[in-house]
């Protein structure tokens, strides 16, 4: 056989293949974007978007102004996480959100039954499936890659969580964090009850838990809840900076490191939610859950009666 039939054979080969076998997964296709300090952007979400640059992955939540979390929001940050986890354009990752608040948790309403409110954090709600929307949160404790948070607002109960997950904090003096759950009647959630002593210590996390204060920023640096503190405008260029320092390492080592450091949090988070869901349902029947969260909505000190 000549050369030329030869390479006309081979030519021909290849080109009777579908066209589905040489394509590859778009997380594999964004090398040359995020080398050349482009952003690129990652599949559709309802209420997150996610974009990387420079192997800095930013995953923003787009429920402003207070960014309410319910079982659906959570999973989407999850299954960011996870594809992120298998994206090789990134290595660290940068959670913020648009709005007023980080997240203001959960959205309990009025107390009344208007509508106002979450179906995830009514009493039946609790029952069926708030229990599922903590299984989405244990998924973001299992998140191979650094996570920076900049908590631009108010982190408030279940938002307190959330802002808990990443390995840094960078905050505004605007931002303010409170586990404000004993106003609301119930016990705390979202693995609170392991993330926030393990940062802050038992003494600390005990006093946030037990009186319901919301820290400023400057207090919250104080006892380690975050690590820095920026104006409003340097937040997001800041958290960057940190992911992208970060990123400049070996990514293999990095996330080597990580999970020795966070060796059984996972596994910690989830045995505290199991016990915490089952306060809270157990709570959340009580007249002083619906005062609470009356009274929270009010803006007005809770008159409760311990029924």
Do not use: W
């Not at 076998?21 to 952003?39: I, K």
């Not at 009514?122 to 890659?145: A, C, D, I, M, P």
């Not at 919301?214 to 640096?221: H, K």
């Not at 009580?286 to 005062?291: H, I, N, V």
């Amino acid at each position: 056989m000549g050369p030329l039939v030869g390479l006309v054979s081979l030519s021909a080969i290849l080109f009777a293949f579908p066209a589905t076998l040489f394509a590859f997964p778009a997380t594999l296709l964004t090398s040359a974007s995020a080398q050349n300090g482009r952003e690129s952007t990652l599949q559709s979400f309802t209420d997150i978007e996610v974009t990387i640059k420079n192997f800095v992955a930013t995953v923003e939540i787009q429920r402003p102004p207070h960014n309410f979390f319910d079982q659906s929001l959570i999973a989407q940050i999850g299954d960011a996480f996870d594809e992120l986890d298998e994206t090789l354009d990134c290595r660290a990752v940068v959670l913020v959100s648009q709005g007023k608040a980080f997240c203001a948790g959960a959205n309990f309403g009025t107390g009344q039954d208007d509508g106002t409110g979450s179906s995830d954090f009514t009493e039946e709600g609790f029952q069926n499936t708030t229990g599922k929307l903590y299984q989405e949160g244990v998924r973001l404790f299992h998140s191979r890659k650094p996570i920076i948070g900049a908590i631009q607002g108010a982190a408030i109960g279940g938002g307190l969580g959330l802002s808990l997950v990443p390995d840094f904090r960078i905050a505004s003096p605007a931002a303010r964090f409170g586990a404000n759950f004993v106003k609301l009647g119930i016990h705390q959630g979202f693995g609170i009850s392991v993330s926030l002593p393990r940062l802050v210590g038992q003494q600390n996390a005990q006093t946030m838990l037990l009186t319901g204060r919301r820290l400023s920023g400057q207090e919250a640096l104080a006892i380690g809840l975050v690590d820095q503190l920026v104006d409003a405008d340097e937040l997001r260029p800041t958290a960057q900076r940190l992911a992208e320092e970060i990123a400049e390492n070996a990514p293999l080592a990095v996330m080597s490191v990580r999970a020795t450091m966070r060796a059984g949090l996972a596994e910690e988070i989830a045995a505290a939610t199991a016990h915490e869901l089952s306060e809270q349902q157990r709570l959340r029947a009580s007249d002083d859950a619906y005062e609470g969260i009356r009274a929270v909505s009010e803006r007005r000190a809770g008159n409760f009666t311990g029924k």
